[in-house]
């Protein structure tokens, strides 16, 4: 098992120390943990310029002394909105070995936060807010330099005080899919994100139908994260995840190495209770 979406107390949203993240990972049973902590340089953003990336590496070889035999630990960076913010995050992934880098859309148009509710409300109707939000997902597809976008229908998450439980993401299968053929044609992946899966929600970030569209659209790279901050879901729902991926037609996961990707086997979906 793998979880290759986890946050440590590099990132300004999470108090956990690495060294309890990777405790529970393997409490967990994973095989390999990828740390992608939060790279944001919008001024509106709690997380933004809170990375320490030296610090982090000299903690990651601390882990992986104390810990590698046991699990493998990746080095990891979720850059927001990497098609925007190049002249930025160019200098940090050049200088340092990162193993994997998330590309993430957070704050559309660089300026409204769709952690927001108030992003919901802004355009007259909810939908809109949704449709300008995975359009850009296009230009982050082509644009960006990152290995593969994270949480797809992310505004999801907080969209809902506004509209509830009347999403479908099919409705915006004509905006998704056209970003989802750009990161098939780069070689670039996306990710099943279980956080709102461990919150208790039907679907993870995105649904089956839309990693399904990724496979339609000739996508291979596909990875598997919790999203965790805290070691209590480090690790959750990645089952759930695997057995999604595999009725979407996958059968195999995205595993890096120093940007590299490497496919392995789906694990078996796991037994049912008896
Ligand atoms: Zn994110
Ligand atoms: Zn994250």
Not at 182 to 205: C, F, Q, S, V, Y
Request: aromatic share 12%; with cysteine; hydrophobic share 40%.
């Amino acid at each position: 098992m793998f979880d290759y979406h986890v946050h440590t107390s590099f990132s300004a949203d999470s108090a956990t120390p690495m060294a309890a993240q990777v405790e529970a990972a393997i409490a967990a049973g994973l095989r390999e943990i990828a740390f992608t902590e939060h790279e944001d340089y919008n001024p509106g953003d709690e997380t933004s310029f809170f990375f320490r990336h030296a610090d982090y590496h000299a903690e990651v070889d601390r882990c992986q002394a104390q810990y590698g035999d046991r699990i493998r630990i990746l080095r990891g960076i979720e850059v927001s909105e990497p098609h925007r913010t190049a002249p930025l995050c160019g200098p940090v992934l050049a200088g340092y070995p990162w193993d994997f880098v998330l590309g993430s859309l957070h704050w559309v148009d660089g300026q409204y936060n769709a952690y927001l509710k108030d992003y919901y409300l802004r355009f007259g109707d909810w939908r809109e807010s949704m449709r300008k939000y995975f359009r850009e997902l296009s230009d982050l597809a082509r644009g960006g330099d990152f290995d593969v976008m994270s949480h797809l229908d992310y505004p999801v998450r907080y969209g809902v005080q506004v509209f509830g439980d009347a999403y479908d993401i099919a409705d915006f299968e004509r905006e998704i899919r056209p970003a989802l053929r750009i990161l098939a044609d780069r070689g670039k992946g996306m990710e099943i994100n279980t956080n709102p899966l461990w919150r208790h929600k039907a679907h993870p970030n995105p649904p089956g139908i839309a990693v399904r569209w990724f496979r339609e659209e000739g996508g291979e790279v596909l990875t598997v994260g919790s999203d965790s901050h805290r070691p209590a879901t480090t690790g959750a729902c990645i089952d759930q995840a695997i057995v999604l991926a595999r009725a979407a037609g996958f059968t195999r996961l995205a595993t890096f190495n120093k940007r590299k990707v490497t496919f392995v086997d789906l694990p078996p979906n796991p037994k049912p209770a008896a």
